[in-house]
């Protein structure tokens, strides 16, 4: 299995804030740009799922639908049987229900995979290698039954960025698993990271989050995907998607490696959200999930 980054059955230790994801993930919506930073505003507008689009307006939740602008997300399987190392293979149809080959790069890939059973309870943020005839694949843990969504996040040659998304099922004995409570730190083994901001509906909240090692704050993060973090949110109950990118880059010469990453985030609505964050350091990529609740615009919190 191809190396990703991925949150099993999230123990009680993992807790949360959500997206990129751990997360705001583009099934959100677009998001609102801080201000001082154009050229980050015109960078992330390259890419539809993802943020950063310089709007002010309240952003539409996406990655609810499987066909849109032209464009439909194919699971050539979507059911399976429990195992660790499934493989998923999809198209992206486009006119005439012809498989599209041409894809514009972002972040470092022509598409992004989120999987997350629809309780929230696993995540994996996967990039599939496509095949000459437009057919993608992936390496992915099912080893969880249960009902599973999967957003396909890409922008293709000729058109705006989309995230699309449509349900796979795992056979097996199922057991739901509840929320977790919002909180503000989430442990992964030795790391820490903890959440400072508030979701706003509608607004942008300025999220940031604080990596530590044994205690010891992390001042070395590695570049993952051009960025030192990505975030995806979650909306409980219909998994509105939204996908954020953090303020900076590696090598820009004014965003340090940590601790600290911070994110403009805009969610569509008041409600719960489940936070992915994935980040690398000493070689391996690791996720920290929150559960967080936005509230409604110019509610006091």
Not at 22 to 44: D, F, Q, T
Not at 95 to 112: I, M, N, Q, S, Y
Not at 274 to 291: N, P
């Amino acid at each position: 299995m191809n190396a990703i980054a991925k949150v099993g059955a999230f123990a009680g230790a993992v807790v949360a804030l959500g997206g990129l994801g751990s997360a705001v993930g583009a099934s959100v919506g677009p998001l609102g740009e801080p201000e001082g930073h154009p050229e980050h505003a015109a960078e992330n507008s390259s890419h539809g799922g993802h943020a950063g689009h310089g709007t002010k307006s309240a952003p539409a939740a996406t990655g609810l639908n499987v066909s849109e602008a032209g464009y439909t997300l194919d699971l050539i399987e979507d059911r399976y049987q429990r195992t660790t190392d499934a493989t998923l293979r999809f198209r992206i149809l486009g006119a005439g229900d012809e498989p599209v080959t041409r894809f514009e790069t972002a972040h470092g890939k022509k598409l992004h995979l989120i999987v997350v059973r629809r309780d929230l309870a696993t995540f994996q943020h996967v990039h599939p290698v496509m095949a000459a005839d437009g057919t993608w694949s992936v390496d992915a843990d099912l080893a969880e039954a249960g009902t599973y969504r999967v957003f396909a996040d890409f922008r293709p040659a000729e058109g705006e960025g989309l995230t699309l998304g449509q349900d796979l099922f795992v056979g097996g004995p199922y057991e739901p698993q509840p929320l977790p409570a919002a909180a503000t730190t989430s442990a992964i083994s030795s790391y820490q990271v903890d959440l400072d901001g508030h979701l706003v509906a509608g607004k942008t909240s300025r999220l940031t989050l604080t990596v530590t090692r044994d205690g010891e704050p992390v001042t070395d993060l590695e570049p993952y995907l051009e960025a030192y973090g990505h975030l995806v949110a979650l909306r409980d109950g219909d998994l509105a998607y939204l996908h954020v990118h953090p303020e900076g880059a590696p090598g820009d010469g004014r965003t340090e490696p940590g601790p600290e990453i911070t994110f403009s985030a805009e969610v569509p609505s008041a409600g719960t959200y489940r936070l992915f964050l994935d980040f690398q350091h000493a070689g391996e990529v690791r996720t920290a999930a929150f559960t967080a609740v936005a509230s409604a615009h110019g509610t006091a919190h």
